[in-house]
RNA sequence: UGGCCUAUAAUAUU
């Protein structure tokens, strides 16, 4: 039974849905685990109606299928539905709680949020830091900064939200007293955020040092450094590390080729050709 | 063996 699962798990990850189809009509038997890996699948494969479709004909649903049929609502911006289905189902856990909480942050219904927040049975530090986060979003930076003080413990996530809260509302003062004060080692999230905190109000060179602080860079990391210089319109700049991540052999996702497409728009034509053509040959290998 | 929070880009909201 765990080994049909694992093998339905790997059609799901390889994103072959009609092969997870087969495998998973063939089982001799269709545990709930099988059922929600299914459904999940559906989900990210951005199929909501066929998902629901499963969803309604599951023999039975445990807390956790009932949470991702709700989360995939809640994704696709159909809050009222993602509640009703909190509502309805019969067994909330902990985690079907935050994922509600955070279809409303998400949202920017945080006053929906908080309402929700002071309901729970069992706030956990995902539901602080959700609703760190949220607070952020809207720019409420003390309303963040209040809940983050008050959380009991407080994780990596907790201080990397909060750093993200003073990073998306120009507090790159407040950001750097945090980042001292962080009682984690900060890890690559932590340091991305503190190259946007510096570039999004224009110290490129602070971001730059943080850029070079960073333990293990990866793909992230490049990106928020190339649209550090595009977002303060230095188009040759951002091409000249993009240059730098070819050489260093850094993978390119699709955000660095947006980032870069914007970099070519800063520039001159014929430069913008150079760079669309070695785009071309990345992107030919991507994904492999 | 399946579901919830934190980083870069775009989009939407402001």
Redesign the pocket.
Known sequence: ??T???M??AYICSKNLNEARICFDEMPQR???????M??ACVNLGNLDEAKVLFDSMPN????????I??AYARS?DILKAHSLFLIMPV????????M??AF??A?EMDDAKKLFDKMPIP???????M??GYG???QVSKAKEMFDVIPRK???????M??VY??NQGLHQARDLFAGFTYKP???????M??AN??VGDLDGAKSCFHQTPCR???????????Y??NRLGKEALDFYKEMDIEGIEV????L??V??ACSQIGVLKQSQIAHSHFLNHKCMGC
């Open positions: 039974e765990i049909w699962n694992t339905l798990n545990d709930i685990v099988a059922w929600t890996s459904v999940t649903k445990d807390a956790t299928s009932w949470t991702v709700l989360t911006g909330k856990d902990t985690v079907a709680w935050n994922a909480l955070s942050v998400n920017g956990t530090t995902v539901s602080w830091n959700a760190v986060f979003r809207l720019g994780n990596l996530e907790s201080w990397n939200a750093l993200g990073a998306q890890d690559v999230i932590s340091w991305t955020t190259i946007t570039a999004n990866n793909s992230v990391s490049w990106n928020a450094m190339i649209s550090a595009t977002h996702d699709e955000s660095t947006v980032v497409f914007d």
